[in-house]
């Protein structure tokens, strides 16, 4: 195998480089580098002319913010004798209060001083933060890119000094030669299972304690299309170094991945076409000509029946793509078969899962039109046409007032029932995983696959944690200011058993705050007495807020298919 190239050094190095502060070999290796790299010249092009750039900004504006002395300097250490002679000799804070005294009382002496620090301070800051704040954005509108837009299960190829390995996106196994570069991956707590993505390189960066960002504009003038993006993330500290991910500047795809391992080293990560992964999900019969296969006369192929572990891989395809959210998508297993149905789901939505389901055997599909009787969509929220109760019509009234209006009133509930909207929807897919997946189920199940299953569930819990602050966040200092009780400190929230029973302990806790925010924003119909709304409310949102920080930390530490 060829020699890996030398990595790229790093924009800190390049600053010095163009400072001579480089020791002499330090310098030849970076300058060899240099001989070789375009992209790197440009990135240090960059650097001397932000260097040249401040050193015009010093001659010609910091120059000019200081007025011309009124007259010609004077030798006064004459007069400062005599006055030593006259005062006699005041201590060191007498003269610094003197001299303050001065400027206070002669304010044009030092305003132009004030305000150039106060410009230098600006531009300081602005170049210290400009590469975070990008990194940041890209990766955002990257990510959400990937989401409204997804793709079909990609190739992709990872490349170490000592290994090149061809995987599947996604994949939930690992052969053994992965299983090293895996231990890095889970080590640096950046996602093995999809590491050329931008979530993936987000999740990784925004738990770093410290880190150094950079953005590099990469323009290829032969082919336009391969513009893009260069993010590089320093860490001060743990087992990944450095990385660096590539979006491509059309559609911010995630192209390409370099990530420097204290351990493993340099690992680079690139896309490969998708022909070869679709040749290879194509039956092996279909590649014979039809009178070969007809002259065999062979005996049919005796199809096995379809496992959990089948239908646990539909599943993390629809995860995948979002479509276990809310969406009337029933997953069903019927002998040999995985049947995933839908109703009333959009052309554009249907291809996008049948180009995910495709690479996965045993699998029909069945997707009918909204004339065909469509299903309601798990945990939606319907409009009432009923009137407000008095009663929470005056406490609505109450909120109005706070928030300074009927139309901040309606912004804010509106956003407090899509977060109660979203977090219930996890919930959902939570309990359908507990109701296809049961102990029994999951007892049978090869340690990969329960692995894999504990990764859905903790992905669902990160969620639910998340929007369970939010919601608590957003609405204890509206409700605070208007019940009759302050809320109650939360219980301690423990789970014990398995992750089904848990689950199902979680269920009622968020129906219940669901309904209660629906009585007190959308005006839905309780039994609770108006008066007790507010603080029954409070309670129950720090009591879920709670549970699920429990559920999601009983999620993470117990083993895959462990009984507690």
């Known amino acids: ?178 299983r090293e570069i895996e231990t890095s991956f889970r080590s640096a707590r950046y996602d093995w299972d999809d590491p050329l993505s931008a979530k993936s390189f987000a999740a990784w960066r925004s738990q770093l304690p410290a880190r150094r960002d950079s953005v590099v504009t990469v323009f290829d003038n032969r082919s336009p299309e391969n513009n893009r993006y260069e993010i590089r993330t320093a860490a001060e500290s743990g087992e990944l170094h450095e990385a660096m991910l590539a979006l491509r500047m059309r559609d911010l795809r995630a192209v390409e991945a370099r990530l420097e391992f204290g351990s493993l080293g340099l690992v680079e990560i690139s896309e490969l076409p998708d022909e070869p992964f679709r040749a290879a999900a194509a039956p092996e019969a279909a590649a014979k000509p039809p009178a070969a296969v007809e002259t065999a006369r062979t005996p049919e192929k005796v199809i096995p029946a379809a496992t959990a572990s089948d239908e646990l891989r539909v599943f993390a395809a629809l995860r995948r793509l979002g479509a276990d959210l809310g969406e009337p998508i029933e997953v069903k297993r019927t002998g040999s078969q995985i049947l995933v149905s839908a109703v009333g789901l959009a052309p554009r939505r249907q291809q996008s899962i049948r180009q995910e389901l495709a690479v996965l055997p045993q699998v029909q599909i069945q997707f009918a039109d909204p004339s065909a009787g469509a299903a309601p969509p798990v945990g939606g929220r319907s409009i009432r046409s009923d009137p407000v109760q008095p009663g929470v019509l005056r406490l609505q009234e109450q909120l109005e007032k706070q928030l300074g209006g009927r139309a901040s009133f309606d912004q804010f509930a509106d956003q407090a029932l899509d977060l109660s909207d979203s977090l219930m929807a996890h919930v959902h897919a939570l309990n359908r995983l507990a109701d296809h997946f049961t102990a029994d189920v999951e007892r049978q199940m090869l340690p990969p696959d329960r692995l894999l299953l504990q990764r859905l569930r903790l992905d669902h819990a990160q969620a639910i944690s998340i929007k369970a602050q939010s919601i608590e966040a957003r609405m204890k200092p509206v409700l605070a200011a208007v019940a009759e009780e302050p809320g109650a400190a939360a219980s301690p929230a423990a789970f014990s058993g398995t992750w089904q029973a848990a689950t199902q302990e979680l269920f009622p806790q968020a129906r219940r705050t669901e309904r209660l925010l629906a009585v007190m924003l959308g005006g839905a119909a309780s039994e609770v007495p108006v008066e007790a709304l507010p603080s029954q409310l409070l309670n129950h949102l720090t009591q879920l807020r709670a549970s699920a920080e429990a559920y999601r930390d009983f999620t993470a530490a117990s083993p895959a298919g462990d009984d507690r």
């Open 1 to 178: 195998m060829s020699k890996l190239p030398l990595p790229h050094p790093a924009g800190e190095q390049l600053l010095r480089y163009a400072d001579g502060e480089l020791s002499s070999r330090e310098s030849e290796q970076i300058r060899v580098h240099l001989s070789a790299c375009w992209q790197c010249r440009a990135e240090l092009e960059e650097v001397e002319q932000t260097i040249n750039e401040c050193v015009r900004y010093r001659k010609s504006v910091l120059a000019n913010l200081f007025p011309p002395p009124p007259a010609p300097w004077c030798d006064i250490r004459g007069r400062l004798t005599e006055v030593d002679a006259t005062l006699g000799s005041p201590s060191l804070l007498e003269r610094l209060a003197d001299s303050l005294g001065v400027l206070l009382r002669s304010p044009r002496r030092w305003a132009a001083v004030a305000t150039t620090i106060v410009l230098i301070a600006v531009i300081v800051s602005e170049l210290r933060h400009t590469p975070s704040v990008q990194a940041a954005e890209l990766l955002r509108k990257a990510a959400l890119a990937s989401e409204s837009h997804p793709q079909t299960p990609r190739r992709i190829q990872i490349r170490t000094s000592t290994r090149r390995i061809t995987r599947i996106a996604g994949a939930s196994t690992a052969t053994a030669a992965e």
